[in-house]
């Protein structure tokens, strides 16, 4: 059975040094998959050269089995691959309906021609683009509708920019999410509600998820698999359980006991 | 990538006719795109060298304060030509001033320090009151901001000048003897102007070398580029760094300056335009916050400028090439930040403006 | 608003004389520098008031009422007392005022002992009798003395006056002066109403308001005022509070009103209306063009004018029979579509290698095009495609068969530039709230992460590239039918940097903005050959537009009339801190920080 997104022998290295080295995975569709490690392990570079703005030094990125290797990240992101970024970067200064429309852009077609001569279909897939918007936004509930859809994004709150930014993601309907740290700097409550909501991302939209996180609790109640990183080699995989009595893990996360230093 | 093959094989092609044109002028080659081919004669070629090379290190003093703003501060200040224009100006104040006493023909040498020293100090202080004036309060904002802030001050700049000394050319006052005759050095002839300008050039170049490489100042000027925060948390003044450092690349301009003066004795609003826009190409040449690459980017650029038109243009037969000096220069700048934007030896920027 | 404590009014002779001397000597070194630079001496010849005030004495006049103002200004900090304005206030900029008189005092005094001439041109007895009225040195200082300590404390008092005092003294001082301003305008539009009765009781017959009909003007620009007061704003919100049919409704009504007036209005207006209003058209046309690029797309090109000289070059080689090497003698229409073509084609092949550069590099690199473009049609290797600096003239007018509008025809040539300006103001208003412009917006914001979401940001970008050279290109066309000629340095880096100015001015990436921007500087100062209602000020309004751009980046980025989003943006910080004040509750969303109470995170 093929996977929906295989990684081969995947090498990053920055002038010598290796974010990553000999990464091999694979996702399959419909999974949540948590990448942990401690800070530095390229977490973070992994996501990059997946969704094309670091060019890996060697191996191959597969997703449906095509490589996606050398594409630009505006390809990949065509090809059904959307993020989110670890300090949240919306576009602050457009409109919280804007940020998910433009990110429609690449499942729209209309061009200049339309827009001048407000064609029909220019009018219909505006239409589309104004509901599908709607549609994703009033995923988060009460959160993001109503007065707050023409207000600059800026306004939001630090949890909202972060619920934002995953609609920005779903707005470019991908296959494969990937979420950079989605409850960095949120509350237990916050934390919770967004725990949820990725379930749902997949119950309800069927995305498969990557994610990036730190907090165990979210890990843990949410995703199939765990791979754990530590300077850049993949040093577990698994379910939760397994991963977190792994010692090579534990080791990564707290270091080596005393007797073995000296 | 067409206009890139394009220059390159049109630049490949004049070198090639020029040299054939060298070898022998009645050669088919030479005669293709020129039939008035002629070859250019050793004396005519090294008038070219040595007058690129003047004008080169003149463009190579300004680059400096380009090279050392970008270096600190990370934006372009598109005003430091006008700075150096402020300094011709002050230059041909003074100047005229001691002319009009006859001092300027009894004791030339005694002027000039004293109009150096002063151009120096007048084009320092407009560099200081610019960065604290426009600046400063810009330090934070997107990198677009001071840029377009900065062609505000040097439009304002330029048509202050205008207002207050009128539209006309100023001419520098007669040079001495001494300074207008041609000198042979190793079969090179040159003249006293443009050997004062190379020697004060040198001059200054390791005076600078001297503050930012061995002395405190020019330590904590590495570290400010490097990064400001971390620099202030180190006990820096971060800000006198940066007023100091607009003020080094002020004094440059003002040495530049004066030297311009004496070399093309005329002076109008609009002389730091050009200057300032090819001293801004041999920094990037050189590689921007790279303050060697500046002065080896600005003689690069100087000899270019002066020796392309009749080795490139010439021999393609385009006529009136000595009137595309500009367009030569500005197509350095262009080729440059399309083939090798770091420039010829690397861009030194601050951590906040690496990729 | 919170509440910000109110102290008493801080004793009267108890100053802070540190920021006194501080912008007194501001007001000084200003006043000096105004006056050296030529300003006084060239406005004097604009008169406002016949015989009273000239355009001279109010360049010098203003610098004392705004250091006053400033210098009594209390930054209102929250949680801090604030001392009410009052009597202390108005005797700081009294202070302020006199403290910057002094710059004038040594002025003349200098100017009467000392003739430096040589350099500077302005001084010497043309400024001194100016600066003096002619009236003696003594006079002069104490007149000045005087005068500037009275201003300084005008300036100052505006912070004393109660709102309704404060909006009659203002809109009394710029409605008298804007109707001077306007009174070439109103001159040439009269005659065209049969009003001429009228512009002869009001204006003075060698130029200027008469003292009578100043004080008239005076008193009916503030009652005015105050009749409309909070009518204008009222109505704006009752506009914008309608919804659906009804604001539908509304705005066609006023869009049909306001297409009327342009429309009307002309045909009552001279030569020097017409003539004005299509240079304000033909920069409008340009800023439009680089308001999608620097604007929306965020992309510095100072390299404009080359686009502008394509489109003019094109049109007169296609259509002049004195072309030197190439002369089809085409008519406009076609000759205009093929500059368009020429002029996307332009935009391509400068955008394409630049537009992967960093901004500023960018910037930098247009400009040098922008240069290398004019340096080719001035240099003697195209003189025989281009005519060299000649040029290419004999261009003739435009002919759409059914009329032919020439150069000299002005109202002809209003129209024809009204077309293309709603032409260029449709355009840019559609692009903008398409799928095109979201993109160009996000790529402004942030580029890495619009290419991330999907946008490919080298296609976007050239698009900006291609429709502002397609709409500089028009603007191009009609100057040189209208002037029927094209010289090389009708296209100097200055129309970059003067269409830039226009833009931030009037606010980037709003429409509205670039209107008034284009209104407000080309109308009343003039572009970069074209004279503006102002006329005297010749070379000065480059000046003007250096500081203009300045004081715009420093204090008001966002533009005069911003585009909504953009004035939150550039003001973000402070947003963010009233947001602050105001608790979070009303920024944030309000159940955040009830639940942010709970407990700590439990991260590992």
């Known amino acids: 059975m093929s996977h929906l997104l295989e990684i081969k022998d995947l090498q990053v290295t920055f002038g010598g040094l290796n974010a990553l080295s000999g990464l091999n995975f694979h996702i399959d569709e419909g999974e949540i998959v948590s990448v942990i490690g401690p800070n530095g392990a390229g977490k973070t570079t992994f996501f990059n050269t997946i969704s094309g703005l670091v060019e890996p030094t060697s191996g191959d990125i597969l997703f449906e089995d095509e490589s996606i290797r050398g594409l630009d990240p505006n390809q990949v992101t065509a090809l059904g691959i959307a993020r989110t970024f670890q300090n949240v970067r919306l576009f602050p200064n457009m409109t919280i309906m804007e940020n998910v429309m433009v990110a429609q852009h690449c499942r729209t077609s209309q061009n200049v021609i339309g827009a001048l001569f407000q064609t029909k279909a220019f009018k219909k897939e505006e239409e589309e683009i104004r509901e599908n918007a709607k549609e994703i936004l009033s995923f988060f509930g009460s959160r993001l509708v109503g007065y707050r859809l023409d207000q600059p994004a800026f306004v939001l709150s630090y949890a909202n920019r972060r619920r934002l930014e995953i609609a920005r993601a779903m707005a470019t309907r991908p296959r494969l999410m990937l979420l950079d740290e989605p409850v960095a700097g949120m509350n237990p409550k916050e934390t919770a509600e967004l725990t949820e909501l990725i379930g749902q991302l997949r119950s309800e939209w069927g995305f498969t998820i990557v994610m990036i996180e730190h907090d165990m609790r979210v890990v843990r109640d949410v995703s199939d698999r765990v791979v754990v990183l530590d300077h850049g080699v993949p040093i577990a995989q698994g379910s939760y359980d397994e991963v977190s009595i792994n010692p090579d893990v534990v080791e990564a996360y707290l270091g080596r006991p005393v007797e073995n230093k000296s | 990538m067409v206009i890139k093959t394009l220059l390159v094989s049109l630049v490949v092609i004049g070198v090639v006719a020029f040299i054939a044109q060298q070898i022998d002028p009645s050669n088919a080659f030479a005669q293709w795109r020129n039939p008035g081919a002629r070859a250019l004669t050793a004396d005519q070629f090294k008038g070219l060298v040595i007058s690129g090379l003047s004008q080169g290190v003149l463009y190579g003093l300004i680059a400096l304060g380009y090279s050392m703003v970008y270096g600190v501060l990370g934006f372009i200040n598109f005003a430091h030509g006008e700075v150096f224009m402020v300094s011709v100006y002050t230059g041909y104040i003074a100047s005229h001033k001691f002319a009009a006493n006859g001092m300027w023909e009894s004791n030339f040498l005694l002027c000039l320090v004293i109009v150096l020293v002063l151009a120096t100090t007048v084009a320092t202080a407009t560099a200081i009151l610019m960065e604290r004036i426009a600046y400063r309060p810009l330090r934070n904002s997107p990198r677009l901001i001071p840029l377009i802030t900065s062609i505000g001050v040097s439009f304002f700049l330029q048509n202050a000048v205008l207002g207050f000394f009128g539209p006309s050319t100023r001419s520098y006052p007669q040079l001495p003897e001494w300074l207008s005759k041609q000198y042979s050095i190793i079969t090179f002839e040159i003249s006293g102007t443009k050997l004062m300008v190379l020697a004060v050039t040198m001059v200054s170049m390791a005076g600078l070398w001297y503050l930012v490489e061995r002395t405190k100042t020019g330590k904590a000027m590495r570290a400010v580029a490097e990064d400001k925060e971390i620099a202030s948390l180190m006990g820096i003044n971060v800000n006198r760094i940066i007023v100091t450092t607009f003020g080094v690349g002020g004094a440059m301009a003002g040495v530049a300056g004066i030297m311009f003066g004496l070399l093309f004795r005329a002076v109008h609003p609009m002389t730091g335009f050009l200057p300032g826009i090819k001293a801004f190409t041999a920094a990037v040449v050189g590689g921007i916050g790279n303050l060697g690459g500046a002065m080896t980017g600005g003689i690069a650029l100087g000899s270019a400028e002066s020796i392309a038109p009749m080795m490139i243009l010439e021999p393609l037969g385009v006529p009136g090439v000595t009137q595309l000096k500009d367009a030569v220069a500005f197509t350095v700048l262009v080729m440059v930040l399309l083939f090798k934007p770091s420039g010829l030896f690397g861009e030194q920027l601050s951590s906040e403006d690496r990729p | ?604």
């Open chain 3, 1 to 604: 608003m919170t509440e910000i404590k109110m102290a008493p009014a801080a004793k009267v002779l108890d100053q802070d004389w540190r920021n006194i001397f501080r912008w007194g000597a501001i007001c000084a070194i200003t006043l000096v520098f105004i006056s050296l630079v030529g300003m006084p001496a060239k406005l004097d010849l604009r008169l406002i008031i016949n015989p009273t005030l000239s355009l001279g004495y109010v360049s010098l006049f203003w610098i004392p009422v705004m250091f006053g103002f400033v210098a009594s200004t209390h930054i209102a900090l929250e949680g801090m007392e604030v001392s009410r304005p009052g009597m202390r206030d108005v005797l700081t900029g009294l202070f302020t005022g006199l403290t910057g008189s002094f710059g004038l005092v040594l002025l003349i005094l200098g100017m009467n002992n000392f003739d430096i001439t040589d350099p500077l041109v302005n001084w010497g007895p043309p400024l001194l009798d100016l600066l003096t009225t002619g009236r003696g040195i003594g006079t002069g200082i104490l007149g000045w003395m005087a005068a500037s300590a009275f201003l300084g404390m005008a300036g100052a008092s505006l912070h004393v006056l109660t709102p309704l005092l404060r909006r009659i003294v203002s809109s009394a001082i710029l409605g008298m002066i804007s109707i001077a301003i306007l009174e070439d305008a109103i001159d040439d539009l009269s005659e065209g109403f049969r009003l001429e009765w009228l512009v002869d009781l009001i204006y003075a017959k060698r130029g200027g308001l008469t003292n009578k009909s100043a004080i008239i003007v005076a008193i009916v620009m503030a009652a005015v005022s105050v009749l409309a007061q909070g009518k204008v704003k009222k109505a704006k919100a009752n506009f914008f509070a309608l919804e659906g049919p009804a604001r539908k409704k509304w705005s066609v009504v006023l869009f049909a009103g306001t297409a009327a007036v342009v429309i009307i209005l002309p045909m009552f207006a001279g030569g020097y209306v017409n003539s004005l209003l299509a240079n304000v058209g033909i920069f409008l046309l340009l800023a439009l063009g680089l308001n999608i690029v620097v604007g929306l797309a965020g992309i510095l090109d100072l390299g404009y004018v080359a686009f502008f000289a394509v489109g003019g070059y094109s049109t007169a080689v296609l259509t002049s029979p004195q072309s030197p090497w190439f002369a089809p003698e085409i008519g406009f229409v076609p000759a205009l579509l093929v500059s368009v073509v020429l002029a996307g084609i332009a935009g391509l092949a400068i955008g394409a290698p630049v537009i992967r550069m960093r901004g500023d590099y960018l910037a930098i690199v247009t400009l040098g095009f922008g240069e290398i473009i004019r340096l080719l049609f001035m240099s003697d290797f195209l003189k025989p495609y281009f005519g060299g600096a000649q040029g290419i003239v004999n261009v003739p007018g435009v002919e759409l068969g059914f009329l032919t509008i020439s150069g000299t025809d002005p109202k002809g040539v209003f129209y024809l530039v009204l077309a293309f300006s709603a032409l260029a103001i449709y355009i840019s208003w559609r692009l903008q709230a398409s799928r095109l412009g979201r993109s160009w917006m996000a790529i402004r914001e942030d580029e890495q992460v619009a290419e991330a979401m999907g946008i490919n940001t080298v296609n976007s970008k050239l698009m900006a590239f291609v429709v502002g050279a397609v709409l500089a290109s028009f603007a191009g066309s009609i100057m040189v039918a209208r002037v029927g000629s094209v010289f090389p340095n009708s296209f100097m880096i200055l129309v970059s940097i003067i269409i830039l100015v226009v833009v931030i001015v009037g606010g980037m990436g709003s429409i509205p903005g670039v209107i008034v921007g284009s209104f407000v500087l080309i109308g009343v100062l003039g572009g970069p050959r074209q004279p503006g209602l102002l006329q005297e000020f010749g070379q000065l309004k480059l000046l003007i537009y250096g500081a203009l751009l300045v004081f715009m980046m420093l204090k008001r980025p966002e533009g005069l009339v911003p585009s909504a989003r953009r004035s939150q943006e550039l003001h973000q910080d402070e947003f963010l801190q009233d947001a602050w004040f105001k608790g979070d509750d009303e920024a944030d969303g309000s159940d955040e920080q009830t639940a942010s109470a709970e407990g700590e995170g439990a991260s590992v």
